[in-house]
């Protein structure tokens, strides 16, 4: 079994920066942290970013050049800094995992970023 903690998340201005963590812990060794993803209300979850174990990193366009992945592959920890937020940054936000072995999905319970204008 694996746990995700998620948080960071909160309600900003625009402009403003926020830092997102999601914590993996239990059966680490079986899972590989990918990435970020966000849903918006009323939309379809779409990806943010995504960082591959050697650190190599892909993000959506609308959040390049602001937003930045990374991991800290001891800890078991992904991170997202979020800069120069936007209101249309305001959704939902989930990390995901994916099993080594079953190439099946896991998902953080997910935190919220609101941004205001």
């Known amino acids: 079994q694996v746990q995700f903690v998620e948080s960071g998340g909160g309600l900003v201005q625009a402009g403003g920066s926020l830092r997102l963590s999601c914590a993996a812990s239990?059966?680490?060794?079986?899972?590989?942290?990918r990435g970020w993803y966000r849903q918006a209300a009323g939309k379809q979850r779409e990806l943010v970013a995504t960082?591959?174990?050697?650190?190599?990193?892909n993000y959506a366009d609308s959040v390049k050049g602001r937003f930045t992945i990374s991991r800290d592959n001891a800890k078991n920890t992904m991170y997202l800094q979020m800069n120069s937020l936007k209101p249309e940054d305001t959704a939902v936000y989930y990390c995901?995992?994916?099993?080594?072995?079953?190439?099946?999905?896991?998902w953080g319970q997910g935190t919220q970023v609101t941004v205001s204008s």
């Open positions: 995901n995992a994916r099993q080594i072995a079953s190439f099946d999905d896991y």
């Open positions: 239990g059966s680490t060794f079986s899972i590989r942290l």
């Open positions: 960082i591959t174990t050697g650190g190599s990193t």
